[in-house]
Protein backbone atom coordinates (compact mmCIF):
# COMPACT_ATOMS: atom_id res chain seq x y z
CA UNK A 1 0.00 0.00 0.00
CA UNK A 2 1.09 3.77 -0.63
CA UNK A 3 0.65 6.58 1.63
CA UNK A 4 1.37 10.29 1.71
CA UNK A 5 1.40 12.09 4.89
CA UNK A 6 1.54 15.54 5.41
CA UNK A 7 1.55 16.30 9.56
CA UNK A 8 0.86 19.95 9.12
CA UNK A 9 -2.69 21.24 8.13
CA UNK A 10 -1.91 24.84 8.49
CA UNK A 11 1.60 26.34 8.78
CA UNK A 12 2.09 30.02 8.68
CA UNK A 13 5.57 32.22 8.54
CA UNK A 14 6.26 36.17 7.85
CA UNK A 15 7.55 37.20 4.44
CA UNK A 16 11.51 36.40 3.93
CA UNK A 17 11.31 33.99 6.55
CA UNK A 18 12.34 30.34 5.59
CA UNK A 19 9.27 27.62 5.24
CA UNK A 20 9.31 23.71 4.92
CA UNK A 21 6.11 22.01 4.14
CA UNK A 22 6.87 18.59 5.45
CA UNK A 23 5.86 15.28 3.24
CA UNK A 24 6.22 11.60 4.05
CA UNK A 25 5.52 8.66 2.10
CA UNK A 26 5.43 4.79 2.38
CA UNK A 27 5.90 2.95 -0.94
CA UNK A 28 7.51 -0.19 -1.00
CA UNK A 29 9.10 0.49 -4.66
CA UNK A 30 10.76 3.67 -6.06
CA UNK A 31 8.26 5.88 -6.05
CA UNK A 32 8.35 9.35 -8.25
CA UNK A 33 7.54 11.99 -5.65
CA UNK A 34 5.50 15.23 -6.64
CA UNK A 35 4.32 18.52 -5.30
CA UNK A 36 1.32 20.44 -6.31
CA UNK A 37 0.16 23.89 -5.86
CA UNK A 38 -3.32 25.08 -5.53
CA UNK A 39 -3.55 28.89 -5.69
CA UNK A 40 -6.97 30.46 -4.59
CA UNK A 41 -9.60 29.60 -7.21
CA UNK A 42 -7.08 28.09 -9.33
CA UNK A 43 -6.87 24.56 -10.60
CA UNK A 44 -4.72 22.34 -8.99
CA UNK A 45 -1.15 22.41 -10.94
CA UNK A 46 2.69 20.77 -10.67
CA UNK A 47 4.90 22.28 -9.01
CA UNK A 48 8.06 20.56 -8.83
CA UNK A 49 9.19 16.14 -9.52
CA UNK A 50 11.44 14.96 -7.75
CA UNK A 51 13.36 13.50 -11.31
CA UNK A 52 13.45 16.96 -12.35
CA UNK A 53 15.26 18.31 -9.18
CA UNK A 54 14.73 21.58 -10.58
CA UNK A 55 14.19 24.77 -8.33
CA UNK A 56 10.68 26.35 -9.14
CA UNK A 57 9.63 29.75 -7.60
CA UNK A 58 12.92 29.31 -5.67
CA UNK A 59 10.86 26.17 -3.84
CA UNK A 60 13.17 23.08 -4.05
CA UNK A 61 12.47 19.27 -2.60
CA UNK A 62 14.78 16.29 -2.03
CA UNK A 63 13.65 13.23 -1.66
CA UNK A 64 15.53 11.14 1.09
CA UNK A 65 14.62 7.70 0.79
CA UNK A 66 15.93 7.34 4.19
CA UNK A 67 13.98 8.36 5.77
CA UNK A 68 11.26 8.39 3.19
CA UNK A 69 10.48 12.47 2.91
CA UNK A 70 10.15 14.79 0.47
CA UNK A 71 10.10 17.94 2.02
CA UNK A 72 9.51 21.43 0.38
CA UNK A 73 11.56 23.85 1.21
CA UNK A 74 12.31 27.69 -0.10
CA UNK A 75 14.71 30.15 1.75
CA UNK A 76 12.63 33.39 1.59
CA UNK A 77 8.87 33.45 1.41
CA UNK A 78 6.89 35.36 -0.50
CA UNK A 79 3.37 36.55 -0.21
CA UNK A 80 2.39 35.30 -2.76
CA UNK A 81 3.94 31.69 -2.12
CA UNK A 82 0.28 31.49 0.45
CA UNK A 83 -1.42 28.58 -1.40
CA UNK A 84 -2.53 25.13 -0.22
CA UNK A 85 0.46 22.28 -1.37
CA UNK A 86 -0.44 18.74 -1.45
CA UNK A 87 2.58 16.05 -2.07
CA UNK A 88 1.42 13.37 -3.98
CA UNK A 89 3.58 9.82 -4.71
CA UNK A 90 3.10 7.74 -8.08
CA UNK A 91 4.28 4.30 -7.48
CA UNK A 92 6.74 2.46 -10.44
CA UNK A 93 3.34 -0.21 -11.67
CA UNK A 94 0.63 2.09 -11.45
CA UNK A 95 0.52 3.79 -14.59
CA UNK A 96 0.93 7.08 -13.41
CA UNK A 97 -2.22 7.93 -10.83
CA UNK A 98 -1.00 9.70 -7.85
CA UNK A 99 -1.93 9.22 -4.02
CA UNK A 100 -1.84 12.26 -2.58
CA UNK A 101 -1.53 14.07 0.91
CA UNK A 102 -4.14 15.82 2.63
CA UNK A 103 -2.24 19.29 2.01
CA UNK A 104 -0.59 22.22 3.95
CA UNK A 105 -2.31 25.61 4.02
CA UNK A 106 0.69 27.66 3.81
CA UNK A 107 -0.19 31.43 4.84
CA UNK A 108 2.50 33.64 3.99
CA UNK A 109 2.23 37.09 6.57
CA UNK A 110 3.54 40.57 5.36
CA UNK B 1 -7.67 27.71 -22.39
CA UNK B 2 -6.75 24.71 -23.63
CA UNK B 3 -6.19 23.53 -20.70
CA UNK B 4 -8.08 20.21 -18.99
CA UNK B 5 -11.42 21.35 -19.23
CA UNK B 6 -14.95 19.95 -16.94
CA UNK B 7 -18.57 20.30 -17.06
CA UNK B 8 -20.54 21.86 -14.67
CA UNK B 9 -18.27 23.39 -12.66
CA UNK B 10 -21.14 23.22 -10.06
CA UNK B 11 -23.62 20.86 -9.87
CA UNK B 12 -26.76 20.65 -7.19
CA UNK B 13 -28.82 17.56 -7.08
CA UNK B 14 -31.62 15.73 -5.10
CA UNK B 15 -30.79 12.37 -3.33
CA UNK B 16 -31.67 10.23 -5.30
CA UNK B 17 -30.97 11.80 -8.92
CA UNK B 18 -28.31 10.88 -11.71
CA UNK B 19 -25.34 12.95 -12.46
CA UNK B 20 -23.28 13.61 -15.41
CA UNK B 21 -19.71 15.18 -15.44
CA UNK B 22 -17.93 15.56 -18.47
CA UNK B 23 -14.04 16.06 -18.65
CA UNK B 24 -12.66 16.97 -21.98
CA UNK B 25 -8.74 16.82 -21.58
CA UNK B 26 -5.54 18.02 -23.22
CA UNK B 27 -5.31 16.27 -26.59
CA UNK B 28 -3.56 13.64 -27.40
CA UNK B 29 -2.91 13.24 -23.75
CA UNK B 30 -4.00 9.59 -24.18
CA UNK B 31 -4.12 8.74 -19.94
CA UNK B 32 -7.10 10.23 -18.29
CA UNK B 33 -7.97 9.79 -14.52
CA UNK B 34 -10.69 11.02 -12.36
CA UNK B 35 -10.01 12.14 -8.60
CA UNK B 36 -12.89 12.70 -5.84
CA UNK B 37 -11.94 15.32 -3.30
CA UNK B 38 -13.84 15.75 0.06
CA UNK B 39 -13.27 18.74 2.08
CA UNK B 40 -10.23 19.23 4.23
CA UNK B 41 -8.47 16.01 2.60
CA UNK B 42 -6.44 15.53 -0.86
CA UNK B 43 -7.55 14.03 -4.00
CA UNK B 44 -8.82 10.17 -4.30
CA UNK B 45 -8.09 8.08 -7.09
CA UNK B 46 -11.16 6.76 -9.10
CA UNK B 47 -10.53 5.28 -12.42
CA UNK B 48 -8.10 5.52 -15.10
CA UNK B 49 -8.14 5.26 -18.88
CA UNK B 50 -5.56 4.61 -21.18
CA UNK B 51 -7.19 5.86 -24.51
CA UNK B 52 -10.68 4.40 -24.75
CA UNK B 53 -9.95 1.43 -22.32
CA UNK B 54 -10.48 1.96 -18.83
CA UNK B 55 -7.54 0.10 -16.98
CA UNK B 56 -8.51 0.49 -13.09
CA UNK B 57 -10.84 1.20 -10.96
CA UNK B 58 -10.82 1.99 -7.53
CA UNK B 59 -12.55 0.85 -4.48
CA UNK B 60 -14.02 4.20 -3.99
CA UNK B 61 -16.16 3.51 -7.43
CA UNK B 62 -18.93 2.03 -5.97
CA UNK B 63 -21.34 0.15 -8.29
CA UNK B 64 -23.50 3.51 -8.88
CA UNK B 65 -20.65 4.90 -10.62
CA UNK B 66 -19.70 4.40 -14.27
CA UNK B 67 -17.30 6.09 -16.00
CA UNK B 68 -16.45 5.85 -20.11
CA UNK B 69 -14.02 7.50 -22.28
CA UNK B 70 -15.46 6.04 -25.68
CA UNK B 71 -13.60 7.63 -28.40
CA UNK B 72 -10.55 7.92 -26.35
CA UNK B 73 -11.29 11.95 -26.54
CA UNK B 74 -13.48 13.14 -23.88
CA UNK B 75 -14.91 11.47 -20.90
CA UNK B 76 -17.78 11.10 -18.75
CA UNK B 77 -18.64 9.66 -14.85
CA UNK B 78 -22.21 9.29 -13.97
CA UNK B 79 -23.40 8.47 -10.39
CA UNK B 80 -26.42 6.86 -10.42
CA UNK B 81 -28.84 7.25 -7.24
CA UNK B 82 -26.42 10.00 -5.81
CA UNK B 83 -26.48 9.90 -2.13
CA UNK B 84 -25.57 12.73 0.34
CA UNK B 85 -21.87 11.45 0.90
CA UNK B 86 -20.99 11.49 -2.77
CA UNK B 87 -21.01 15.31 -2.35
CA UNK B 88 -17.80 16.37 -3.44
CA UNK B 89 -15.60 17.72 -5.96
CA UNK B 90 -14.88 15.33 -8.82
CA UNK B 91 -11.06 15.99 -10.69
CA UNK B 92 -10.42 14.67 -13.84
CA UNK B 93 -6.50 15.16 -15.13
CA UNK B 94 -5.11 13.78 -18.20
CA UNK B 95 -1.57 13.09 -18.97
CA UNK B 96 0.70 12.33 -21.96
CA UNK B 97 4.25 11.78 -20.35
CA UNK B 98 4.94 12.34 -16.62
CA UNK B 99 3.06 15.47 -15.84
CA UNK B 100 -0.54 15.56 -15.44
CA UNK B 101 -2.62 18.22 -15.86
CA UNK B 102 -5.94 18.50 -13.86
CA UNK B 103 -9.44 20.41 -14.47
CA UNK B 104 -10.71 23.12 -12.22
CA UNK B 105 -13.28 20.29 -10.85
CA UNK B 106 -16.94 20.03 -10.65
CA UNK B 107 -18.22 20.13 -7.25
CA UNK B 108 -21.14 18.03 -6.32
CA UNK B 109 -23.49 19.17 -3.77
CA UNK B 110 -26.47 16.43 -2.77
CA UNK B 111 -29.61 17.83 -0.83
Known amino acids: AQRVTQPEKLLSVFKGAPVELKCNYS??????LFWYVQYSRQRLQLLLRHISRESIKGFTADLNKGETSFHLKKPFAQEEDSAMYYC????????????FGDGTTLTVKP | DTGVSQDPRHKITKRGQNVTFRCDPISEHNRLYWYRQTLGQGPEFLTYFQNEAQLEKSRLLSDRFSAERPKGSFSTLEIQRTEQGDSAMYLCASRRNTEAFFGQGTRLTVV
Open chain 1, 27 to 32: YSGSPE
Open chain 1, 88 to 99: ALSGETNAGKST
